[in-house]
C-alpha cells in the first residue's frame, strides 16, 4: 500500500515537473486594443447629437484573434489577440470620437442623427493591414448617406506591433471620414 502512495506521488511530482517545463517554453500571449485618436473639443458650442449604433461584423464569426492572409492561406499571429472583439472596440472608438468632436455628442435616448456601422473586413493581407467599414446616416429613420470605406496601410515592418498600428491607423482615417460626413447632416 506504501509503495503504491509513493509511486502515485512520485508520479504526481514528474508530471507537475514536465508540466512546469512545457510550460515555461511557450509565449505569453500578448493582447491589443483598437482605438481612435482623437482630440478632445474645448470650445463651448452647440453640438448635434448622435445616437450610435452597435456596430456589427458582417462575417458570421467574429474573433478577437488578428487574422493575417498570405495569398491564399489564413492565419493568426501566434499569441497575439485583441483584448476585445473587434466590433466592440470599433463601436467604442466610434462613441469616443463622436464625444471628443466639436460638432456632435453621443445621444443614447435617440438623437438628431443615428450612425450605423458593420466591419466588413479587418485583417492583414500582402504586408497591408486591411479595414473596411460600411456606415449609414440616418435622421428620423430616413437614410441620408451609406458608404463603405476601405483603408489599407503599408506596413513599416513584419510581425504582429505592426500589424496593430496599421489597423489604427486605417480606423483613425476611418473614423475622421465619418465624422467629416456626418457634418454635412448637421
Not at 93 to 112: E, K, P, R
Request: hydrophobic fraction near 40%; charged fraction near 25%.
Amino acid at each position: 500500500m506504501k509503495t503504491k502512495i509513493a509511486t502515485y506521488i512520485l508520479l504526481s511530482c514528474i508530471a507537475l515537473l514536465l508540466g512546469g517545463c512545457l510550460a515555461k517554453s511557450t509565449a505569453p500571449t500578448q493582447y491589443f486594443l483598437l482605438n481612435a485618436n482623437t482630440n478632445k473639443c474645448e470650445q463651448n458650442i452647440e453640438k448635434t447629437s448622435v445616437t450610435i449604433s452597435e456596430t456589427k461584423f458582417l462575417d458570421a464569426v467574429e474573433s478577437r484573434e488578428i487574422l493575417v492572409i498570405d495569398n491564399v492561406k489564413m492565419r493568426t499571429f501566434e499569441n497575439a489577440k485583441f483584448i476585445n472583439l473587434p466590433s466592440e472596440m470599433i463601436s467604442q472608438s466610434l462613441i469616443l470620437a463622436v464625444n471628443n468632436s466639436c460638432d456632435f455628442y453621443v445621444s443614447l435616448d435617440g438623437g438628431y442623427l443615428r450612425l450605423d456601422s458593420k466591419i466588413l473586413s479587418l485583417q492583414i493581407k500582402q504586408n497591408y493591414a486591411q479595414i473596411t467599414i460600411g456606415y449609414s446616416i440616418f435622421k428620423e429613420n430616413k437614410l441620408l448617406k451609406s458608404e463603405i470605406l476601405d483603408k489599407n496601410i503599408k506596413l513599416k515592418e513584419q510581425g504582429v506591433q505592426a500589424a496593430v498600428i496599421g489597423l489604427n491607423d486605417g480606423l483613425n482615417e476611418i473614423i475622421k471620414e465619418i465624422l467629416e460626413n456626418l457634418k454635412e447632416f448637421r
